[in-house]
């Protein structure tokens, strides 16, 4: 069956612009091989990488960045970094390696959780905008730090819906509409979403993009998972653009309720 | 010439700039960062930063993360 929905328009953050709403996550994978499949699969055109030592072992291993489909941009991310210092250096790193200014940063404040840190987000934010970085702030899903996030100048928000890498879905999707109602800039879900359904439901609370790693790479078959995610992306995005039926208490019948025939009981 | 590269301690010969030490490591130029000392070190200069007995040196790249 073909899908009929229109095309999403493109998404720009800062003065990028992304044509999928599905970003991707290169973390996880078996082969590199199946992640380049499922970035394919995906359509994506934004894709995060981590920042790591050389294996001084192994210095020929295949590098990740052959792996990815040439039509898609490089996010780095600060994984890993919990002061605003680590992140800022991280960033500096990702800029000298010569793939641009855009990054994902993160700023964790709990090591089980990895959930960040709003204060060093919050610092970290303000300086790399400063420093001219396009700054995409993976935040917890906060509607008066998503404020604060956006006046220090980043150029997205990125709450979570659970825990990274836990798959429990969003857990208070409202928090998703909250955060949308009070920024101007994009709002990424990232973190958490585990199945198409998820994402589908991010992008129905107003999120203009979703970030998925896990739940494609952990996937029985993460290529079928990656067309599965770009369909619930689409489908949860012109849900929202139709906007859905306000909610009751009591049922309301579809049938008409005169005219019933006359059946013996 | 003894080196500290991405923690561990090394002996190497032949290394005078940050390019050498990569060729050493047979690392691509490509997509790698190097920090310095606590500093990072410019791609287009890899070849003629000067690398010193007892110096401290990271070798970063991409790798998968989310």
């Known amino acids: ?265 | 010439m003894e080196l500290t590269v991405n923690g561990e301690p090394i002996q190497v010969t032949n290394v005078a700039t940050v390019g050498d030490l990569l060729d050493h490591f047979r690392v691509q130029h490509q997509a790698v960062a190097v920090i310095a000392n606590g500093d990072i070190v410019g791609r287009d200069i890899f070849s003629q930063f000067s690398i010193q007995d007892g110096d401290t040196i990271e070798i970063i790249r991409f790798v998968g993360g989310g």
């Open chain 1, 1 to 265: 069956m073909m899908l009929t929905v229109p095309e999403i328009p493109a998404l720009p953050i800062g003065s990028y612009r992304f044509r999928s709403r599905l970003f991707v996550g290169t973390g996880k994978y078996d082969t590199l091989d199946t992640m380049r499949q499922a970035l394919e699969a995906a359509g994506t055109d934004l894709v995060t990488v981590a920042l790591r030592r050389v294996n001084l072992k192994n210095p020929e291993e295949p590098t990740i960045l052959d792996a990815i489909p040439s039509e898609c941009t490089i996010l780095p991310n600060t994984a890993g970094c919990y002061t605003a210092e680590e992140a800022i250096q991280v960033a500096h790193l990702a800029r000298a390696s010569g793939i641009g200014t855009l990054i994902k940063l993160e700023v964790i404040g709990d090591p089980d959780l990895l959930w960040p840190d709003p204060i060093g987000t919050l610092e970290a934010t303000k300086r790399l905008v400063e420093e001219g970085f396009t700054v995409m702030a993976y935040t917890s899903p906060d509607p008066v730090l998503a404020d604060h996030l956006q006046r220090a100048g980043a150029h997205a928000i990125m709450p979570l819906g659970s825990p990274i890498g836990s798959g429990q879905g969003i857990l208070d999707v409202r928090q998703i509409a909250r955060i949308k109602a009070r920024v101007s800039v994009p709002v990424v879900v990232d973190a958490g979403i585990g199945s198409p359904g998820d994402a589908a439901m991010a992008m129905e609370a107003g999120a203009d993009a979703v970030l998925v790693n896990t739940a494609i790479a952990l996937a029985r078959d993460p290529v079928m998972m990656a067309r599965a995610m770009q369909a619930a992306v689409a489908a949860g995005y012109w849900g929202a653009q139709a906007g859905r039926m306000p909610k009751r208490e009591e049922a309301s019948p579809s049938s008409p309720v005169s005219g019933m025939p006359h059946v013996r009981s």
